[in-house]
């Protein structure tokens, strides 16, 4: 008897994923091994084994990729300062190649001929994950069940659900799509789907407590970088998990990092997501302060076109392009001064810059004091405006000569 060939599923053991492997049952002649990548999802995990066998597949891997994200995709993407639409810090952009990595890893152990995911054909996902297979293994054969299928709706999927028994973590009065990770936490649709409606953060949040009802009192938190990657919190040395763990806790609890954005997919379509990011929030603002103070004027400026064109690289899913890792390099060559301490003062969801130090330090206070000084000759100025001005008065000449 011939054996079955292998198809690998992106499993999650959310709505869509719970569907996908009795579908693939029932329209492929195909043995179905689940792939659930740990990127910090926490206890959402944890039945996964049991709930994938019980529903047709015939293995399932799930590995901790959550030091792999952290140090591969979160950090490169935060030394470039990368901010989609300068709001959206890309957590679950950032997270797709990572696990689509690990897909195509265990495609090759298991000798699997496609690859399954359960992204959306309205989504940024599928362009994600499919773009990560053609670049590391062109060969595999992709297969998006909602491209194909007859189910329209999230409602449709949980009709569809429901008919098989099988469990899912939704109800149609609970209807958010979610995704969560080290880095964030997303909610899309439902009441989130019309703009002029108000998000119920009571309700909706997870990671973050409302900054109504945050602590009184201001937090203050140093981070010290090294090269332009964060080590330690308040003096204590954390490996990069556990510092993105413990940044979360402490943003959340001051009402850190929420972001409520329109944003305009790669698909063609505009969207709204509200994204908790705690830790994250904090990170971007102090590595930016800390730039502020090593970088000079011409790096720091080129750097910021640079950050733009490498959220949109990663946000449509181009981790694995020549171009990105190009703009990689030369983030990285930026980051050999990034080195110091940033103070925040976190207050009722807002997060202040409150000082930063460091031995790379551009800041010359002899130079910018509005005392004395002895560096800075203030008469040198005139010649400077005088040659910067040059092509302004010399259009201004010729204007004159036509009135």
């Excluded at 491209?147 to 999230?154: A, E, F, L, P, V």
């Excluded at 207050?347 to 202040?352: E, Q, S, V």
């Excluded at 010359?364 to 004091?369: K, L, R």
């Excluded at 004395?372 to 100025?381: G, H, S």
Aim: aromatic share 10%.
């Amino acid at each position: 008897m011939n054996k079955k060939e292998k198809v690998i599923l992106a499993y999650s053991g959310g709505l869509d994923t719970s569907i996908i492997i009795p579908w693939l049952k029932e329209n492929y002649d195909y043995e179905v091994i689940a792939v659930a990548g740990d990127v910090g999802q926490g206890e959402e995990l944890s039945p996964l084994k049991e709930k994938a066998i019980k529903t047709g597949a015939s293995k399932i891997y799930i590995e901790d990729l959550s030091e792999e994200f952290v140090k591969d995709f979160i950090f490169p993407t935060l030394k470039a300062g990368a901010i989609y639409e300068g709001k959206y810090l890309l957590g679950t952009s950032i997270a797709r190649p990572c696990i689509a990595k690990k897909l195509v890893e265990i495609a090759e152990k298991e000798g699997a001929v496609a690859i399954c995911h359960g992204a959306t054909g309205k989504g940024n996902d599928q362009v994600r994950f499919e773009l990560t297979i053609k670049a590391l293994a062109p060969h595999l054969k992709i297969i998006a069940p909602w491209r194909i299928w007859n189910i329209k709706s999230r409602e449709d999927a949980i009709d569809y659900a429901q008919a098989r028994n099988i469990p899912i973590p939704v109800t149609k009065k609970d209807n958010y799509s979610r995704d969560r990770n080290l880095w964030h936490l997303s909610h899309e649709g439902s009441d989130l789907e019309n703009p002029w409606n108000e998000p119920q953060y009571d309700k909706l949040l997870k990671l973050i407590t409302p900054p109504e009802e945050a602590p009184d009192k201001p937090t203050y938190v140093e981070i010290y970088f090294e090269q332009g990657i964060p080590k330690k919190i308040n003096g204590k040395e954390y490996n990069p998990v556990e510092l993105v763990k413990e940044l979360n806790k402490i943003g959340g609890e001051n009402g850190i990092g929420i972001t409520d954005i329109v944003e305009n997919r790669l698909v063609g379509m505009k969207s709204r997501g509200i994204y908790e990011t705690p830790g994250g929030t904090i990170l971007y603002t102090a590595h930016r302060e800390l730039e502020y103070l090593t970088l000079d004027r011409q790096t720091l400026h080129y750097k910021e076109m640079i950050a733009s064109k490498f959220a949109e690289l990663v946000y449509d899913g181009n981790w694995y392009t020549p171009l990105r890792e190009a703009l990689s390099a030369f983030v990285d060559s930026t980051q050999k001064t990034v080195t110091g301490t940033v103070r925040l003062k976190l207050y009722k969801g807002n997060c202040i810059p409150a000082g930063s130090k460091s031995d790379y330090s551009l800041y010359n206070e002899e130079i910018a004091t509005f005392g004395k000084d002895e560096i800075y000759n203030q008469k040198d100025a005139e010649g400077f405006i005088n040659l910067f001005g040059l092509p302004l008065k010399v259009r201004a000449m010729m204007m004159e000569k036509y009135k």
